[in-house]
């Protein structure tokens, strides 16, 4: 599977993103997916991950009650509404696939990513 990940851009800190992901096959439902993130000079972390019908969720502590995961199977689409953002969340976002049934926060246990958008939330 192909993921495109867009929808970053630069915002005050307060405001609100909402990141889109398009992927690409027939079997989209099939597959977990996940946003993460990499600030410079950082390491990949979790950010979100929703189950193949979007009905079980999961988030980072960073994020939760902040931002929220969505899917649409038809559209074949992730989503990460991202509010109340502040400089730390500053960081390249990628959305990744795993061709599994549970949710997973490990980066190693995703199997295609995408490109990633890049997110700067200024002071």
């Known amino acids: 599977v192909q993921l495109q990940a867009f929808g970053g851009g630069l915002v005050k800190a307060g405001g609100s993103l909402r990141l889109s992901c398009a992927a690409s096959?027939?079997?989209?439902?099939?597959?977990?997916m996940g946003w993460f993130r990499q600030a410079p000079g950082k390491e990949r972390e979790f950010v979100a991950a929703?189950?193949?019908?979007?009905?079980?969720?999961y988030y980072a502590g960073s994020v939760k009650g902040r931002f929220t995961i969505s899917r649409d199977n038809v559209k074949s689409s992730v989503y990460l509404q991202m509010n109340s953002l502040n400089p730390e969340d500053t960081a390249f976002y990628y959305c990744?696939?795993?061709?599994?049934?549970?949710?997973?926060?490990?980066?190693?246990?995703?199997?295609?990513w995408g490109q990633g958008t890049q997110v700067t939330v200024s002071s």
């Open positions: 096959g027939r079997t989209f439902s099939t597959y977990v």
């Open positions: 929703i189950g193949w019908s979007g009905g079980s969720t």
């Open positions: 990744a696939a795993r061709a599994g049934t549970y949710i997973s926060t490990g980066v190693e246990q995703y199997d295609y």
